[in-house]
């Protein structure tokens, strides 16, 4: 059986609470030429909903959203919920919050305005380190 059809798609959740950022960034990762799973949702309470029990590989979270910020979503994820990367992006840089997100073992913490070229950059790299781990993973795999 050939790695590629062994190999369940990269699913990426991107949380914003401004739905035409979320399609925008949506749209421009679902120009991958790799298996991609993209889901969006407006809210924490939501992307916990939308996650189900099939994990996620990549979050993508804006840090200020109503009720439920990035950093609150991250800590409520279940451990078979919690993504292999995790990126943040926040129009509030502030050092508590940047020692807050390294805590929580935040993997990209990018500070706004950000381009959607550059999250496309940054997901095609951590997509790349998957394909790698996860070929590493089957053929260790009897």
Do not use: C
Not at 41 to 46: I, R
């Amino acid at each position: 059986m050939d790695s590629q059809t062994s190999v369940s798609p990269i699913r990426i959740m991107i949380v914003d609470d401004h739905p035409n950022t979320a399609r925008m960034l949506a749209r421009v990762l679902s120009k991958f030429d790799e298996d991609v799973d993209i889901l969006t949702a407006s809210s924490g309470e939501d992307a916990i909903e939308r996650i189900g029990d099939e994990g996620l590989d990549i979050l993508i979270t804006d840090y200020m959203m109503p009720g439920m910020n990035g950093l609150e979503l991250i800590e409520k994820l279940s451990t078979n919920q919690k993504p292999t990367h995790t990126i943040l992006i926040t129009a509030y840089d502030t050092p508590a919050l940047a020692s807050s997100a390294q805590n929580m073992k935040v993997t990209d913490y990018l500070v706004k305005p950000v381009q959607p070229e550059k999250i496309h950059s940054l997901v095609s790299e951590i997509i790349n380190q998957l394909h790698k781990t996860r070929k590493h993973y089957l053929e260790k795999t009897p």
